[in-house]
């Protein structure tokens, strides 16, 4: 009888110890500062923490989100439009581990609401029975989620900071 409870006791402190020892890890590379965001995002961005904090280990960066309110919130003599327009929105700061280097963007932390991305991309099209390609240009548009449109802020502030600036 004592030998299961030593090891059931071992079991749980060892269970504890992983636990912590993994949030400790996501720590280093992701920070949620504000529980208080706009609708369910915090719930969706605690959900991909282990995703992102994944990316930043791999790219040597550390990343921090804020509610956008913080930067607004304490000048009061900010009008009031501007205050309205950070109320659903969150502030990402990416940074350097490295080098310091730091950059941020203001990012919709609308979960229910799609946004468009556009991309330019060219076409090369072979014409038969000739050597010749002919080069098109054109646009290809797609809508991203709330995570997806966070995922590649986060992406874009990291080739800023660090320099990649090839995909």
């Known amino acids: 009888m004592k030998i299961q409870k030593i090891i059931s006791a071992i079991k749980t402190n060892r269970a504890k110890n992983l636990a912590q020892r993994k ?4 720590n280093n590379y992701i920070r949620l500062h504000d529980k208080n965001t706009y609708g369910d995002s915090y719930e969706q961005m605690k959900q991909a923490r282990e995703v992102i904090a994944n990316y930043a280990q791999r790219e040597g960066v550390s990343v921090d989100i804020y509610n956008a309110n913080r930067l607004v919130s304490d000048d009061e003599t900010t ?9 659903d929105k969150l502030n990402v700061v990416v940074q350097n581990i490295l080098t310091g280097e730091s950059e941020n ?3 919709s932390a609308n979960t229910n609401q799609t946004l468009p991305k556009y991309a330019r991309t060219t076409v ?3 014409i038969k029975g000739e050597d010749i390609e002919i080069a098109r240009h054109g646009i290809r548009i797609t809508e991203d989620s709330f995570l997806r449109n966070l995922y590649r802020s986060i992406e874009e502030l990291t080739r800023n900071v660090t320099g990649k600036n090839s995909k």
């Open 23 to 26: 949030e400790a890890k996501l």
């Open 124 to 126: 090369i099209i072979p």
């Open 79 to 87: 009008p009031s439009f501007i205050k309205d327009y950070a109320s």
């Open 105 to 107: 963007k203001i990012v």
